[in-house]
């Protein structure tokens, strides 16, 4: 299973970028897949995670309302568009996929990870 997250960069507060998640190996359609984020001296945070499996969506309350989670089965890839961004949600954005159909928000209980991409928001 490979997972290959792209999209991130640098971007003004306010602005928007759209992340996505390519797997190989793998078929979306029937596991879990979450993205997390991570900024320099903090512990990796659960930000939204899919699963069409059995219809589950997560979001943390810090990007409810700006962040939104998609699937297109026919490319085997999730997106996170994100929108009204913030100093705050500077990180590294990681992909990551569970053997299991429930989503989570806690990144233990993720199997697999993709390499992370950097989101920079200016303020």
């Known amino acids: 299973v490979q997972l290959q997250a792209s999209g991130g960069g640098y971007v003004q507060a306010g602005g928007s970028l759209r992340l996505s998640c390519a797997a190989s190996g793998v078929t979306f359609d029937r596991y879990a897949v979450g993205w997390f984020r991570q900024a320099p001296g903090k512990k990796r945070e659960g930000v939204s995670a899919?699963?069409?499996?059995?219809?589950?969506?997560y979001y943390a309350d810090s990007v409810k309302g700006r962040f939104t989670i998609s699937k297109i089965s026919a490319k085997n890839t999730v997106y996170l568009q994100m929108n009204s961004l913030k100093p705050e949600d500077t990180a590294v954005y990681y992909c990551t996929l569970r053997w299991g159909s429930t989503v989570h928000k806690v990144a233990e209980r993720y199997n697999y990870w993709g390499q992370g991409t950097q989101v920079t928001v200016s303020s």
């Open positions: 899919i699963s069409d499996a059995d219809g589950s969506r």
